[in-house]
């Protein structure tokens, strides 16, 4: 079946599935673009397939363009006989032919926009800058389809722009060091789905994690060791810009300190000596913000910064600040009664403008988070929102630059909807259309204290997908059903760049095994998930620095397919829109009925499973009410009032934790009980 031309234009009308040529597999573009055309007709691709460039051909668009080749070469086996990508000088035209005005700066605001073209004769991608062909071969890999005659891209047009410019991902390297690999294979995830800042946390209580040349002190003593050599931050810097992504550092001031008081104790708000933290949570060490030698130290460390980090923007935390420390320093105190500072937010202003004075010095304008607000601070502050969206719309208001995180805290493992639904600006946002221009967009954020290496790529990704294209897309972008559609595709995809949410998982797995057969465990992660929020924090387990991350709750991750996918299929079965939902919920039921057996046997071998075995059992109990349940709806079994109270003990045992994990799927669960019970 063939469809003729039609034009999806997305700032009008958003389709629930947007369609390539062939009709028989929709495309999987995420972000999804302002503006798509699709038409009849394929681009047959072969090893004679040849890329150039026209126009300006700097290295960052060569390089691009390069990996380009490499990645459409892995994913086809075609191997593609050109090896690297130049200036276009023979008569005869490539087969994709990148057209480009100049080199993008890495800069807010600048154009990221391009234009991707498609026919059978060729392929055209034109974009005023560098930045706008990176985003466009991104979108030209995810196009790649195949069928029995070969690989092939759908004839299409695409125009595209972001709808924010800051598009970023905070990374947490201190309460957790991330080698840098672990950075640049994210970074590349990052590149994929057209996200452009990169937002570096690079002081905390447990760690300061950058060589400092001026405080040397700061990491031989505050790092346990483990730091970014200055060296090593210029390459991650340059890795970063080859891939059209700013690098943001952060460097949490006045709280979040105590790795810096350990070299620097003459400079806290309460006498030393101080240790690295090992511990979470709020801690009392605070800089002195009566000190003049505070402001000297700090003119030169961020003298220091801004020569070694090129962007605009520095961010100075500003979050958590206790006071606990001012509140017991006399001399602090008398400081602020002489001055007119009613409390420790006002003392932290006068903190913040402080600081100002010396990043504007240096060239850089701060970011903080929103505990730094105040009406009276100057309009170059960014105000970074992560307990709330009123900060951000009051500060917006009142004609602060913004962006949003809360909502955005992927260590959180909440479901990938709920970052998905979550606009910077929705539809009723009470912004003028003035003040939405300061929205300048939004971070995921990836704080790590229950992350390592290992495990961290499967709490950014591919959740992070999704708030990306929240963040390039229109916001009538909302289908959530499509997102996940898509979702699935990107997820897979994302181990082109190196990432290991995937694989890691696997291997955890064997590892709990002890040797066994891991399909069991397999089987149980696509229906349990780690609790939600800061609740790993909450049930009994203290964690530190040194705490195993190696159990079945790391290894678990927030919104697995497996019960989300059951979940939706209740809701159809019970809505009566999907006939054949009855089989599709049964089988699951099934497997996960018969799992706990084989749960049980590994449990003999590897203790460390213990913990999740009696939520196996239940797992295979409320499955086998769900068969029992579905029985009942279709009329081959009767319930009365005592299977309905039994099957509500049931889920109320089943609803309990056990090693940080919940059944994903007892929600729907419920659903089916509360049907049979004529709710």
């Known amino acids: 079946m063939k469809r003729t031309l039609l034009a999806l234009v997305f700032s009008c009308v958003i389709p629930l599935t947007i369609w390539g040529e062939s009709m028989n597999e929709p495309l999987n573009l995420m972000p999804v673009p302002e503006s798509v055309v699709t038409q009849q007709g394929r681009f047959a691709l072969s090893l004679t397939f040849t890329v150039g460039v026209a126009g300006f051909g700097g290295s960052r668009l060569r390089g691009a363009a390069d990996r380009f080749l490499r990645r459409l070469d892995g994913r086809t086996g075609l191997f593609i006989a050109q090896e690297t990508v130049g200036i276009w000088g023979t008569k005869d035209r490539p087969s994709l ?44 890999l995810q196009l790649l389809a195949a069928d029995r005659d070969g690989y092939y891209f759908p004839c299409i047009r695409v125009d595209d722009r972001p709808r924010f410019p800051w598009r970023g991902v905070l990374f947490d390297v201190c309460r957790h060091f991330l080698p840098l690999e672990v950075i640049k294979r994210n970074l590349d995830g990052m590149a994929m789905v057209k996200m452009n800042v990169l937002h570096l946390h690079l002081s905390e209580n447990q760690g300061f994690r950058i060589e400092c040349k001026t405080f040397p002190k700061l990491h031989q003593l505050g790092s346990d060791g483990l730091y970014y050599t200055q060296d090593e931050l210029r390459g991650l810097i340059a890795y970063a810009a080859d891939r059209g992504i700013r690098v943001v550092p952060e460097f949490d001031i006045p709280g979040h300190s105590t790795s810096w008081l350990v070299g620097y104790p003459e400079l806290a708000s309460a006498p030393g000596p101080y240790t690295v933290e090992r511990g979470y ?12 030698q505070t402001y000297k130290f700090f003119d030169r460390f961020f003298a220091e910064m801004a020569s070694l980090f090129p962007d605009a923007y520095m961010h100075i935390g500003g979050d958590e600040v206790n006071g606990k420390q001012w509140n017991d320093n006399p001399k602090i105190q008398e400081f602020m009664k002489k001055n007119g500072l009613k409390d420790n937010h006002l003392l932290q202003a006068y903190f913040n403008r402080k600081i100002l004075r010396i990043l504007e010095k240096h060239g850089k304008r701060m970011i903080g988070w929103d505990e730094i607000y105040q009406p009276d601070l100057p309009r170059s502050i960014v105000i970074h929102s992560w307990r709330g969206k009123e900060a951000l719309v009051d ?108 694989k890691n998982r696997e291997a955890m797995l064997r590892r709990l095994a002890g040797g066994g057969d891991a399909h069991p465990l397999r089987t149980l992660l696509g229906a349990i998930e780690p609790l939600t929020g800061y609740d790993r924090h909450k049930v009994g387990v203290t964690y530190t620095s040194f705490s195993p991350f190696t159990r079945m709750v790391d290894a678990a991750v927030a919104d697995p397919r497996p019960a989300r996918e059951f979940n939706r299929r209740v809701d159809r079965f019970l809505g009566g829109k999907d006939k054949g939902a ?77 090693g940080e994990l919940e059944l994903a799927i007892l929600p729907a669960l419920q659903k089916l009980v509360d049907a049979v019970a004529g709710k």
């Open 97 to 140: 032919m990148i057209t480009c005005q100049r080199e993008g700066k890495l800069q807010l605001g600048e154009d990221e926009s391009y234009r991707l073209e498609i026919n059978p004769e060729g392929i055209e991608l034109s974009a005023p800058t560098d930045l706008g062909v990176l985003h466009g071969l991104e979108t030209l």
């Open 281 to 292: 949570g709020i801690k009392d060490p605070t800089f002195n913000p009566i000190l003049k």
């Open 395 to 502: 500060a917006a208001r009142r004609g602060f630059p913004v962006i949003l995180s809360n909502g955005y805290y992927i260590d959180l493992n909440q479901p990938t909807d709920f970052h998905y639904l979550n606009d910077p600006v929705p539809g009723d946002s009470p912004l003028t259309a003035e003040e939405r221009k300061l929205v300048l967009g939004g971070e995921a954020t990836m704080w790590s204290e229950i992350v390592t290496a290992e495990t961290v790529d499967s709490r950014v990704w591919p959740r992070t997908a999704a708030i990306a294209e929240r963040l390039w897309s229109a916001g009538t972008v909302r289908d959530v059903d499509e997102m996940y559609r898509r979702l699935d595709v990107v997820d897979r995809q994302l181990e082109e760049a190196g990432l290991t949410h995937l």
């Open 582 to 658: 009855l089989a599709e919920l049964k089988e699951p039921l099934a497997r996960w009925k018969e799992n706990y057996q084989s749960v049980q046997s590994l449990v003999e071998w590897s203790p460390v499973l213990k913990e999740v075995e009696t939520l196996s059992e239940d797992l295979s109990a409320v499955a086998a009410l769900g068969l029992e349940a579905l029985d009942i709806l279709t009329g081959k079994q009767k319930a009365g009032p005592s299977w309905i109270a039994e099957a509500k003990r049931l889920l109320e045992r089943a609803g309990l934790q056990r």
